[in-house]
Structure formats: C-alpha cells, structure tokens
Antibody, heavy 120, light 106 residues
Framework: QVQLLQSGAEMKRPGASVRVSCKASGYTFTDYYMHWVRQAPGQGLEWMGMISPSTTSTTYAQKFQGRVTMTRDTSTRTVYMEMSSLTFEDTAVYYC?????????????WGQGTLVTVSS | SFDLTQPPSVSVSPGQTASITCSGDDLGDQYVCWYRQKPGQSPVLVIYEDNKRPSGIPERLSGSNSGNTATLTISGTQAMDEGDYYCQAWGSSTVIFGGGTKLTVL
C-alpha cells in the first residue's frame, strides 16, 4: 500500500531554514508527482508546489518562489522541501501528497504532516 | 489570480442531504476534486475528476461541475461525515484550494 512517511516536528528561529522529508513506499517512486501543502493553525490548505521525481522538474506557487526548494533522492525514495528565511507566519503543518492517478486527478495520498513552529 | 469560493459553513440534519458549493470563473471547464479533513488528521480525497470516487468512499458522496460552480453532495448524511471540506482545481499550472467549508451534522 502507498505510504508517505514524513520527518518529525521542527522548531526554528525567525530567519532560519527548515527541511522536511517525505519517504515514499508502496509504488513506483518516479511515476507520480509529489506536492507540498501547508496548513497554518486554524486555517485552510495552501499549495506550495510540486516536483516530478522522474525529471526533478519543479513548479512553485508564486508566493513561495525564491524561498522554497523541492528536491528528491531516488536511492532512498525521499522527497525534500526546504524553506528559508522563516517568519512567524510560516508556523504550520506541512504535508507531502502524491498525485492520485493523473496530474488532474487530485492528491490521493497524504503524509501524516510535519509541524514546523517558528518561535523566538 | 484564479480563486475558488466556498461557504464557510454548512449545517445538515442526520439523514438529510448536504450540498457544498465551490465557485470560480469557468470552473466547469476543468476538473474539480474534493477533500475531507477531520480535526488532527490529514486530508482525504473523496471526489476526483468532478464526480469519481476513490476506493473506499461511499456512494452517498457525489460531485458535479458545470458553469462556474462545482457541488459536493452528501446524501443520507451521517455524523461521520462531519469535517472540513475543500475543493481543488488548477490555475495556470498551479494547484488552487478553496477556503474550506465546515460541515456540521446537527
């Protein structure tokens, strides 16, 4: 079965960077795009961007361009999301999510989420 | 930018039909997905490509999409259907989420 296992909670100071990992299993890693979605406390879902594990091609939401980098390691079947210049407003749960079937078929599998807290 | 608008909340009595709308310019020209999220849990895909259900999603959840509005319909609503529902579509090669609707089963 498809599983996405994310790294543990992080606490960072303003201005720091954070890297969250997402280890995939149960399917051919390079066959599906991986997305990153975040959710601030009490707020809705916010799409950050996506990466093709096959080609490493990335697309970022305009809001995060220049501050977010998504990468992958095919040897460990892991996708990474790194965000720099953190502010208090970046406190959120960060999810990785895999395409369900096709690029327009929704995000069918989600990780358990990683809480990133930005605090001084 | 392309925006998706949902009502903040919808209430329904057990056994009745709940409808949650999602509005956007010419939304009917593209596929819409729906997710349900319960407190403390990751979102779950409940409808994709306007009206298809992933494995394990009951038939009483259905979707439609035409014109500027997509609709998620839950027939015979049960207490387990409570949660936050988000619509999702694509805009300029990026994923767009609606603001979410809190469904309360009274």
């Amino acid at each position: 079965q498809v599983q996405l296992l994310q790294s543990g909670a992080e606490m960072k100071r303003p201005g720091a960077s954070v890297r969250v990992s997402c280890k995939a299993s149960g399917y051919t890693f390079t066959d599906y795009y991986m997305h990153w979605v975040r959710q601030a406390p009490g707020q809705g879902l916010e799409w950050m961007g996506m990466i093709s594990p096959s080609t490493t091609s990335t697309t970022y939401a305009q809001k995060f361009q220049g501050r977010v980098t998504m990468t992958r390691d095919t040897s460990t079947r892991t996708v990474y999301m790194e965000m720099s210049s953190l502010t208090f407003e970046d406190t959120a749960v960060y999810y990785c999510a895999r395409d369900h079937l096709t690029s327009v078929g929704g995000l069918g599998y989600w990780g358990q989420g990683t809480l990133v807290t930005v605090s001084s | 930018s392309f925006d998706l608008t949902q009502p903040p909340s919808v209430s329904v009595s057990p056994g009745q039909t709940a409808s949650i709308t999602c509005s956007g310019d010419d939304l009917g020209d593209q596929y819409v997905c729906w997710y349900r999220q319960k407190p403390g849990q990751s979102p779950v895909l409940v409808i994709y490509e306007d009206n298809k259900r992933p494995s394990g999603i009951p038939e009483r959840l259905s979707g439609s999409n035409s014109g500027n509005t997509a609709t998620l319909t839950i027939s015979g609503t049960q207490a387990m259907d409570e949660g936050d529902y988000y619509c999702q579509a694509w805009g300029s090669s990026t994923v767009i989420f609606g603001g979410g609707t809190k469904l309360t089963v009274l």
